[in-house]
């Protein structure tokens, strides 16, 4: 239904959406909408990036193999609890966006995010969940060049992400709870969710240290066994 | 009988998640009053007695918040007493127990939300987006169960060569990491295979036609039109700004004119639209058997 059907608008959308919507959501929201609002269009914001990124990949040749793989690696990355609160959703979806490409990892972090919250429980943070862990593995997806051939650097954007993860998810929290948005706020807001931000991190960092080797691994070697 | 969760998935998800969205957004503590008492009668009626946990701890949102809100929030002007110097004023004791209010309705419709929209409701909306997406979607939660069921065959495994020792911590979370590091491994190859039957079978070729249980009827419009109808009327009332209200310096409630009850009236409808349904359909039944 909500198909673009231009391939160069829709390739502006996949890259202009990412860049324009978060510095958008975060900086001028709230210069420029009333305050009592800002929940609602932060709301709508997030969903109508995430129905746009995911309404093209109707029109993506992503071939079947890759497909079914995506759904692997999503199911994986829900099941793959070592510890509550600890799981590995955010290590998978960066491997899945260096080796299956940026959409596959945009994918995956979205499409974990529904899946556990079936577990953990739907709300009105799923959205935000969703494009954050998209958004981390299309970026991961875009850099994969760099970050495939220095362990430091994946290492940094595992750390980064996690943090990055927490602090996006604090912008939600701030407006759900006062209802607005100001520097202020999400100041307090960042200060009460650091322990959960360190624990995002780290856990993201012992995951992408586990994970790595085995996974990239396992992933090149299917790459090369049946030549996707 | 057509109960709530038979009727299309389309039509149920927008009223569910517009009752939702503007208890999310409106701090009209009748208007939240109201979606909590109609959230836990629809909780109530589908899901019956029972989880008496789950409503000791939404229930007692409300209180908490009222209760821990004035030992941060120093706003307001109407001081009850001191606590080490600090004041506690009457206008934060209220705006945490609305705070409270709104996220104990909130979770109760998110609760239906997620007891009414099965994860085969979800995937016949996401068709309309896009079919494709649909089917990794389904597969991925297919797979969820295929890989526990695989997983618990690996363990057996494991533990048949020894390798796998329970109630030691260390122990257990790198045979834990040994068991996924296999299940990886089993899962790609195997969705390699289903690729290529997927291929075999002629999938990707040409247009694909699809078939689905969800009928759209009379009664979906019916109750799709009864939704965006009482939603519009809500919206339209709060974008006036007739349900706006101010919590500090003092709490001020907004002027009891026509359009405030109009949209309480509307706001109650719409969240009364799941019991409405169920009991014109028990009421139809249960006439058309005292007949027979």
Redesign the interface.
Known sequence: ???IRSERIRHILGTALPFAVMPALVLLLPVGVQA?YY??VS?LMVVLAL?LF??G??RKE?G??R??????M???S???R??PLLKPITALTVLSALYLGKEAGF?VGA?SA??SN?IM????WTPFQMLAWGLIGLFAGIVSAPLRRSRILLYGYGLLSGAAYSMLLDVWTTV??Y?EFTLHEYAGVLVTALPYTVLYAVSNLLFLM?FTK??GD??TR?QKK?GL | MRTYDAMNPAAVAVQLLLT??IT??C?EPLLLGVSLCCAVGCFLMRSGAGHKGFHLFALGIPLLFALLNPLWNQHGTSVLFFINDRAITKEALFFGFV?GLRLAA??YW??I??DLMT?EK?FYLLR??????A???S???R??T???QQ?RKIQAAQKGLGLYREKHLIDD?RG??RV??V???W??????V??AS??ARG??TGRRTSCTNFRWKRQDAVLLLCTLLFAGVVIVCISRGSL?REFYPVSVPPEHGFCWYTAIAAYTLLALLPVLHEGKESLIWYRLRSGI
């Open positions: 239904m909500l198909v009592e929940a609602l709301f129905l995911l309404s990949f109707e992503l079947t193999r497909m079914i793989l995506v759904s692997v999503t199911a994986l829900v099941i793959g070592l510890l994918l499409m529904v899946l079936f429980g739907q709300g009105p759900w709870t209802k586990i085995p996974v396992k992933l299917i049946y | 939702a969205c999310v957004f701090m705070t909130v979770l998110f609760r939300f997620s994860s979800l309309f987006l896009s079919p494709k997406l089917l990794v979607f597969m991925a939660v797979n969820l295929l890989f526990r997983m979370v834990g990491i996924f590091s299940l990886i491994t899962a790609l190859e195997n969705g390699i289903t690729a997927m291929t999938y990707g706006d």
